[in-house]
């Protein structure tokens, strides 16, 4: 073991519990943005439009979470399952009143208005709890932290990445391997051709997004007890996470998966070699990929 | 391609035909051109001048992003980035260097213009929502590199920077003096907008507009056409910045935050995309309305959130736009 952790900090010329801890939290970032991204490329493959609420919506699925613990008392597994219902349900409710207006439109209005949005709950969210942030215990099940060896593993953590890749990968196959996915695979190809063969395509529409909020607010509560919950957590999350989706082009599931850890994982690096980049690092990166492949990595032209 | 319908296609009153008025103006023009220029010279004695100048900076701002989404259909979520690396320069300029303020404002506005020439290169490689995106993004790496680099100040910002004296001899510290100087940047940057949507240039910025594969086969390179819209735009976005930070004596963070990317796009919706006059009168109305509304705080993003909603479902021409379809006219 020794001479392997040598071996590690003699290539990388950085201490090894560094360079892990690093890896790991830029792991878990990749984990947010992997779920985000994938949350907007599956809302933007059936409605054209790129949902910028999805920041407040993760934001609200973290105080949700805080919500039901401090006030009604269920803790942390109940938010699990509670919160992407609750906050998808929201997002269900907005598309029905609002968005499905706007289909015929050009899609930059879709951005407005989600902005417009985005705005509205950030805006009530400060009010009400002010900017500071509010604390989420790490559920008992999840305290601790495994020794791997070479580094100790916050039992929380690992739970975040495992979570987050069965949920992206779920969501890969439902969207691949099912009879619902094919619709929607369909649909976003060609709408009219599949309501002509009899599938409620409006509903469908409906549904998925509701599915993307639900997915962005499951972040939200994954997020709770590693991220201070605070109104703002959630737009300082899209900015990146819409860079990160021009990276990796919003044509293929598994490349925004693949992308946003990718991503989580180069920004982690560029904290150990190069911190003052950390936060620019992955703008950088989507400038690259701009000039040497528009589309994006996984992208169709 | 209904899908590239551009974003004022829409908005724009069905009268839109060319009546060869005064200097490119159509008569309706002229005329709110002369209501404007009236109110202008009257305004600093009813109403409080450093107000006014807070005002005509922003209106300028809006009308510079206004030349990219009203004209191109470029919908930049950066602006801020120009607007605020401008009134850094500026203030740089003016308080390290000791400038004039003319110079300093010109410095201001070049080094938004070279900016938005990096960024505009990159970011006119995709249209639409990616558009949008990559404009943000970049924006927002501006936003860090200014959280990071030492001449900004931080979080301090650059604070007393001086008003100076115009040209070398004429001081501006008194408002009123200021404030005609503010009004003469402001109007000469509204001409030059204008100058540029009516030449022959403007003119094929219009057909990328409304269909860009056909400006590309009637063999317009429309890639050099947006990217010098581009750089106009950010150009002018950045002397707005940098009058603003003569005017206040500060240059922040604010300035370049992404909050205020939004809040041009606020002003030229509600006063009309792709009018002339729209982001004047949204400027003056979002400007007036944070100065009523500063103590009720964060209710401030609820509000303009609440504007943005109501805009895009029920009022996509804006204030200038709905006046123009009213009467039948272009403004």
Redesign the interface.
């Given at each position: 073991m020794d001479s392997f952790l040598d071996l590690i900090e003699t290539i990388s010329g950085r201490p090894a519990p560094l360079l892990f801890g690093q890896l790991l939290l830029g792991l878990i970032n990749g984990a947010f943005y992997a779920m985000m991204s994938l949350g907007l490329a599956v809302i933007?493959g059936l409605l054209n439009i790129?949902n910028f609420t999805h920041g407040a919506q993760f934001m609200m699925g973290a105080f949700a979470a805080w919500m039901l613990l401090e006030w009604a008392g269920l803790n942390y597994w109940w938010a699990l399952v509670l919160v992407p219902i609750v906050i998808g349900f929201t997002g269900v409710v907005m598309e029905r009143l609002?968005i499905s207006?706007?289909y015929k439109?050009?899609?930059?209005?879709g951005?407005?208005?989600t902005?417009?949005?985005?705005?509205?709950?950030?805006?009530?969210f400060?009010?009400q709890f002010g900017s500071s942030g509010l604390p989420y215990r790490i559920p008992d099940q999840l305290q601790g932290a495994w020794d791997l060896g070479f580094m100790f593993l916050p039992v929380y953590r690992g739970w975040v990445v495992i979570a987050a890749l069965i949920l992206c990968l779920a969501t890969w196959l439902v969207i691949e391997k099912t009879r619902l996915g094919a619709y929607l695979r369909a649909a976003t190809e060609n709408a009219p051709l599949v309501q002509a063969f009899g599938v409620n395509v409006p509903r469908m529409v409906t549904l998925t997004y509701g599915f993307g909020v639900a997915l962005a607010a499951i972040g939200g509560v994954l997020a709770a007890p590693i991220y201070s919950v605070n109104p703002q957590m959630g737009?300082n999350l899209i900015?990146?996470v819409?860079?990160v989706?021009?990276i990796g082009g919003m044509g293929s599931i598994l490349g925004s998966i693949i992308t946003g850890f990718g991503l989580g994982i180069v920004e982690g690096l560029t904290k150990v070699y190069y911190p003052?980049a950390s936060?620019?690092v992955i703008?950088?990166i989507?400038?690259i990929v701009?000039?040497a492949r528009?589309a994006g990595l996984f992208g169709r032209a | 391609m209904a899908?590239s319908?551009?974003?004022t296609?829409?908005a724009i009153p069905a009268t839109d035909r060319e009546d060869h008025g005064v200097w490119g103006f159509s008569r309706a023009q002229f005329g709110a051109l002369g209501v404007m220029v009236v109110f202008l010279a009257v305004a600093p004695f009813l109403l409080y001048p450093v107000f006014l100048m807070k005002l005509l900076c922003f209106a300028l701002f809006a009308c510079a992003f206004n030349l990219l989404i009203g004209y191109v259909g470029l919908?930049s979520?950066g602006h801020a980035a120009y607007f605020g690396m401008g009134g850094y320069l500026a203030g740089y300029a003016a308080k390290a260097w000791g400038l004039t303020p003319e110079i300093s404002i010109i410095i201001g506005g070049a080094t938004a213009a070279a900016l938005g020439a990096v960024a505009g290169w990159?970011?006119i490689?995709?249209q639409?929502?990616?558009f949008?995106?990559?404009t943000?993004?970049?924006a927002?790496?501006i936003y860090?590199?200014c959280?990071?680099a030492p001449f900004t100040g931080g979080e301090d910002g650059i604070q007393a920077i001086p008003r100076g004296r115009l040209l070398g001899f004429l001081p501006l510290d008194r408002d009123l003096t200021l404030y005609w100087v503010v009004a003469g940047i402001f109007l000469l940057g509204f001409l030059m907008i204008h100058r540029i949507i009516h030449s022959p240039y403007g003119m094929v910025l219009k057909s990328i507009r409304e269909n860009e594969p056909r400006a590309i086969s009637l063999g317009y390179r429309t890639d050099d056409y947006k990217l010098l819209a581009f750089v106009l735009s950010a150009g002018l976005a950045g002397v707005a910045g940098a009058t603003k930070s003569i005017v206040f004596g500060i240059a922040t963070l604010t300035d370049v935050h992404?909050s205020m990317s939004?809040e041009v796009?606020l002003m030229t919706?509600v006063g009309g995309l792709g009018t002339v006059f729209g982001p004047v009168v949204g400027a003056a109305v979002i400007v007036t309305m944070q100065n009523y509304l500063a103590e009720l705080?964060?209710?401030?993003?609820?509000i303009?959130?609440?504007?943005?909603?109501i805009?895009?479902?029920a009022f996509?021409r804006g204030i200038v736009g709905e006046i123009a379809n009213l009467l039948k006219v272009k403004l």
């Open positions: 933007f790129i609002m207006r706007l439109l050009d899609h930059l209005y951005l407005l208005l902005f417009g949005l985005g705005l509205i709950i950030e805006g009530v400060r009010n737009t900015i990146v819409f860079a989706v021009v003052e936060a620019t703008f950088v989507m400038a701009l000039l528009p | 899908d319908t551009a974003i296609a829409n919908l979520f990159v970011a490689r995709r639409g929502i990616y949008a995106m990559i943000l993004a970049l927002q790496m860090f590199f959280v990071q992404w939004g796009v919706l705080g964060a209710w401030v993003t609820v303009q959130g609440v504007i943005f909603v805009c895009v479902l996509r």
